[in-house]
């Protein structure tokens, strides 16, 4: 169990666009999820942490009306990057913590944006 | 949390075992040591962690010094799947949010 998905995997989109992201716990119910952004050859930087029915908590530098993280249930929470551009490429990851148990983190398998 | 140290990369032969150093110096009495690893393009995966016993799963076995300053993560036989980006962590509580070091790259290789 703990397996938690992302969608897309993948995204290309146009200067100006927005792009939603969806995180998924597919087996538990999660009170908190995490994003994280990862550059190539970087390691993972937390953008926010995402309590369901709470608004984020956004990390220093991380434009809280630019990436809008919605927690509307226990197992999705959803990440939209707003007029996004070419600097926004990444690979955004989430993760999720159990609502009962250990305190172990589990994470999506990620999801790569191409904005052109 | 505590920050720290560990080599950008390694190499290791294919079915030889991998061990990979991490120094946290500054770790306090209630900060556990995760280890988690990434595989290019992937999310991490979480391997395992301690307090301050040594730990042994299916994936890996975790030693942790009697100071607890240093620990060593040991991949008894790695394989070509093992090569990856691997993450050491002190956290108090990784059920919050994790602080992410460079990590050491492990190659494995034929």
């Known amino acids: 169990g703990a397996v938690v998905s992302q969608h897309p995997s993948w995204v290309i989109c146009k200067s100006g666009t927005s792009v939603k992201i969806e995180c998924r716990s597919l087996?538990?119910?999660?009170?908190?999820m995490f994003w994280y952004r990862q550059f190539p050859k970087q390691s993972l930087m937390l953008m926010a942490t995402?309590?369901?029915?709470?608004?984020?908590?956004?990390e220093q530098g991380v434009e809280k009306d630019k990436f809008l993280i919605n927690h509307a249930s226990l197992t999705l929470s959803t990440l939209t990057v707003t007029s996004a551009h070419p600097e926004d490429s990444s690979f955004y990851i989430c993760?999720?913590?159990?609502?009962?148990?250990?305190?172990?983190?589990?994470f999506g398998p990620g999801t790569r944006l191409t904005v052109t | 949390d505590a920050k720290t140290t560990q080599p950008p990369s390694m190499d290791c032969a294919e079915g030889r075992a991998a061990n990979l150093p991490c120094n946290h110096s500054t770790i306090s009495g209630n900060e556990y040591v995760y280890w988690y690893r990434q595989i290019h393009s992937q999310g991490p995966q979480y391997i395992i962690h301690g307090l301050k016993n040594n730990e042994t799963n299916e994936m890996a076995s975790l030693i942790i010094t009697e100071d607890r300053k240093s620990s060593t993560l040991i991949l008894p036989h790695a394989t070509l799947r093992d090569t990856a980006v691997y993450y050491c962590?002190?956290?108090?509580?990784?059920?919050?949010?994790?602080?992410f070091g460079g990590g050491t790259r492990l190659m494995v290789k034929p």
């Open positions: 993760s999720a913590r159990k609502l009962a148990g250990g305190y172990e983190q589990y």
């Open positions: 087996d538990f119910q999660a009170t908190t």
């Open positions: 995402s309590n369901e029915g709470s608004k984020a908590t956004y």
């Open positions: 962590i002190v956290h108090r509580n990784a059920g919050n949010m994790l602080t």
